[in-house]
């Protein structure tokens, strides 16, 4: 099969503006092996620009992974714990591709497994892979959104629409959407108090007085275009709607309400799938506090599909990240929630014929109705 000419060019964008591959790097390409093709594209660009390689298709094999979580046998998940671990420790690079041949792997297993797969796995391994000295990631990474048939399903779409659609949203001028984000993150930074009205009277209040922003434009998520925050972590209270339905290791969750207070998740309910939900946040570690506030900014991205990396980053829409703040650099996006668990939660704050809009304020000044910047 001929790869489209958009995924050799979205290979090279990775490679040389995400994360700046050069001749010292050993990268780590990650992908369920239904996409290999791809994946052995940004390899061979890799090796050309002189990187030595390494391929990791085990742990995003759908069947292993469902096997592994199913039977939680100890010899197994250390031994999967060890082999994600070692790779991790090895590469200075890493891109994963985030694509799936089958979004359900994981339906029908039991929540409480997979909240042990995360704290038994998934967690020690990201410590290696995202491991930090003096402040500063160890390993360039970045996740790139790539078409699958199944995603296409999932999002409504033919394979055609899909591809479109991905290619589209990451084949963009990342320069001048940076300079679109770096308006509003001077809004945000250090704002002593932010509202978000959602939908069905909810209203969430935190700080960011003591924390500075971080801009996303490609480095780590292809597509990306997002601002965000770690909240400071008593400051919330109140409660939030999220209408885009949140889906993790193929478990669908919709219509999720939480509320809190002093930073703590005091309440919660979904419309569907709530024992999910309850599984998260009772079983692991650091589930029932925020540790990233994100505002969507891709205006290029209109609709939700599904797939995280995509819904978090639509302009009009807001998130909330349970668990683990993506660094402690209080300055640049950073906390100091840790966790077991990083789950990003989508708020539509556009107003439609099925969702009722909403607003954000910040320090009382209403920036954000409906979706659409106030100040702009």
């Known amino acids: 099969m001929t790869l489209d000419e958009r995924a050799i060019k979205l290979a090279e964008l990775v490679l040389d503006y995400s994360v700046r591959i050069n001749s010292n790097d050993t990268l780590l390409v990650q992908s369920d092996p239904a996409f290999s093709e791809f994946a052995y594209q940004i390899g061979s660009e890799a090796q050309k620009r002189g990187a030595f390689v390494l391929y990791d298709f085990e742990s995003y094999n759908p069947k292993t992974q469902r096997g592994l979580v199913e039977r939680l046998n100890e010899k197994e998940l250390n031994a999967d714990l060890t082999r994600r671990c070692e790779l991790s420790a090895a590469c200075s690079a890493r891109i994963l591709i985030d694509a799936e041949s089958d979004p359900d792997y994981l339906k029908g297993v039991d929540p409480k497994k997979i909240a042990e797969f995360e704290k038994r796995v998934i967690s020690p391994y990201k410590k290696v892979l995202y491991r930090e000295k003096d402040g500063k990631e160890v390993v360039k990474w970045n996740i790139t959104g790539y078409p699958s048939k199944a995603d296409a399903e999932t999002a409504g779409m033919s394979l055609k629409q899909y591809s479109d659609f991905v290619f589209g949203a990451c084949l963009i ?78 478990n669908r969750v919709e219509g999720i309400e939480l509320k809190f207070t002093n930073g703590v998740i005091s309440d919660y309910s979904a419309k569907q799938n709530k024992q999910f939900l309850e599984s998260m946040i009772l079983n692991i570690d650091g589930a029932n506090k925020v540790g990233e506030f994100g505002i969507g900014c891709n205006y290029g991205i209109t609709r939700a599909t599904g797939n995280l990396l995509f819904d978090e980053k639509i302009g009009g829409t807001v998130h909330l990240a349970l668990g683990k703040a993506l660094s402690n650099n209080l300055e640049n996006g950073g906390g100091l929630n840790d ?33 659409i910047w106030c100040f702009e």
């Open 339 to 371: 966790g077991d668990i990083h789950w990003d939660l989508v708020c539509d704050l556009r107003k439609s014929a099925s969702n009722p809009g909403g607003k954000i304020y910040i320090n009382d000044r209403l920036v954000q109705r409906d979706g």
């Open 173 to 250: 001028d990342w320069a001048e959407a940076e300079k679109k984000m770096r308006t509003i993150k001077k809004l945000f930074d250090h704002a002593e108090n932010v509202q978000i009205q959602s939908g069905n009277g909810n209203c969430l209040n935190f700080s960011l007085k003591s924390r500075g922003g971080e801009i996303s434009t490609g480095t780590h998520n292809m597509p990306s275009g997002e601002v965000f925050y770690a909240p400071e972590e008593n400051s919330i209270f109140g409660s939030i709607s999220f209408s885009i339905p949140a889906i993790r290791m193929g």
